[in-house]
């Protein structure tokens, strides 16, 4: 598949990448500056400054496929808008674009009703607020969905929810107002994947309580605001539910793919951005009488990432096009390969990066130590690289299972 982008699309990724060179690129040490002395409990100045502009600009909600509330770009034409945005750690917000939001807005405009979209849907497009998305328990390997232990259950006209979430990314943003929670409303049913459900839970009820802000190597605010929480007999709405009991794992993998496929375009943007801090670097270093870009082991590097991202990027656009064109269950393989495909080569690009800038690499001077976070997270956060290379054997040992053995001679 060779993608050509439309007039459409050509001409916002003309306009992203102006945003980029005039708002967020210069603005990105003071991003990094506040995050760090602001810590995670509080808003950062500068994003709230940024959004107005992204918005102005027209670059504000671009992620939502056929959407009346977005841009109404399918999966692949987004796919080079969101390489462009992952580029730096600040532009996703600014263009209310990041996760866990816009997995968060899809799930409620896929899957919620009239009184959710009012309630939480149209604040969430607006900016005005943020969301977090509790499914990801301490106690248990959340790698598997199905052991989830958090409980949701009926009372009357109300559900109460018990349970320890962690990695809720969002959790201790003041702005976050409501949690996507993951429980179990039926956990004797033999079928294990109707056992779970998904309910909204305002922040502000009764029982919830963000116990503390989880670092990600080291980092508080970037590259998110990873958080541990309790729910402790939270008594919401009946109304709140999702669906209906039994359906959240239903939601999840609705919510997971295009959410998984955004991670991996923002992330070869942010390979790409990496990439040209390696070569502009290795250039302008000399060390044993010539320049490091001169060194044939750099030489190889700068090679192999080229080579790297341009196969992660094709693998990425025909996940996309699938998606788009036959659906994600359809389009499962090729989601699962680039879960596994991108952030590993994300990481071998940021990892040859650091080595070029020396010891400055390992500081966040340069933003690698960032960039780095970010990847390696993202070989766990949707699904560990062992859980996408089991499902793709799986897939393709499908396809034999029904066919002769072959003969020696074959």
């Known amino acids: 598949m060779i993608y050509q982008m439309s007039g459409k699309v050509s001409v916002l990724k003309s306009r992203l990448e102006d945003f980029m ?52 770009l399918s999966n692949l034409e987004y796919a080079p808008l969101c390489e462009v945005m992952g580029r730096s750690h600040l532009a996703p917000e600014v263009f209310n674009c990041s996760a866990p939001d816009t997995g968060n807005m899809e799930v409620l405009a896929r899957y919620g009703t009239a009184e959710h979209e009012e309630r939480w849907l ?98 508080y605010g970037v590259p998110d605001r990873a958080s541990e929480v309790i729910f402790e007999n939270v008594r ?35 390979a790409e951005r990496t990439l040209e801090k390696m070569c502009i670097r290795a250039a302008s270093r000399v060390a044993f009488g010539k320049a490091v870009s001169e060194q044939t082991v750099t030489q190889e590097r700068i090679a192999e990432s080229r080579i790297m991202i341009e196969q992660s990027r094709l693998l990425t656009l025909n996940a996309a096009h699938l998606m788009d064109t036959v659906g994600n269950k359809q389009a499962r393989a090729e989601i699962a390969m680039i879960k596994v495909a991108v952030p590993n080569m994300a990481c071998r690009v940021v990892d040859w990066a650091i080595q070029v800038h020396g010891g400055g690499g390992t500081s966040n001077d340069f933003g690698l130590t960032a960039a780095y976070a970010t990847a390696r997270l993202l070989r766990i956060a949707d699904g560990p690289d062992e859980v996408h290379r089991n499902q793709i054997a799986r897939l393709e040992l499908r396809k034999y299972y029904n066919r002769p053995p072959a003969s020696a001679a074959e």
């Not at 359906?247 to 991670?263: C, M, V």
Request: proline share 9%; hydrophobic share 35%.
């Open 122 to 219: 149209k604040p969430l497009l607006a900016g005005e607020i943020r969301s977090c998305f509790a499914m990801t328990e301490p106690a248990v390997a959340s790698s598997d969905a199905t052991n989830i232990e958090s409980r949701i259950v009926r009372d009357g006209d109300d559900y109460v929810i018990n349970g320890r979430k962690w990695y809720t990314t969002n959790a201790t943003d003041p702005r976050c107002k409501v949690a996507i929670f993951m429980g179990k409303t039926d956990p004797d049913n033999p079928n294990r994947h109707l056992q779970q459900s998904m309910i909204l839970v305002p922040m502000d009820t009764p029982g919830v309580k963000v116990l503390r802000p989880l670092p990600v190597f080291g980092f």
């Open 21 to 72: 060179d005039r708002h967020v690129y210069p603005n990105e040490e003071r991003f990094y500056r506040e995050a760090e002395e602001l810590g995670p409990w509080k808003v950062y100045p500068v994003i709230e400054e940024l959004k107005p502009l992204a918005k102005e600009a027209g670059l504000w909600n671009l992620f939502l496929p056929e959407s009346e509330h977005g841009a109404g």
């Open 236 to 270: 919401v709405p009946a109304s709140n539910m999702l669906l209906g009991e039994g359906r959240g794992f239903e939601i999840a993998q609705g919510r997971l793919g295009p959410g998984r496929i955004h991670h991996c375009m923002r992330l070869i943007g942010l």
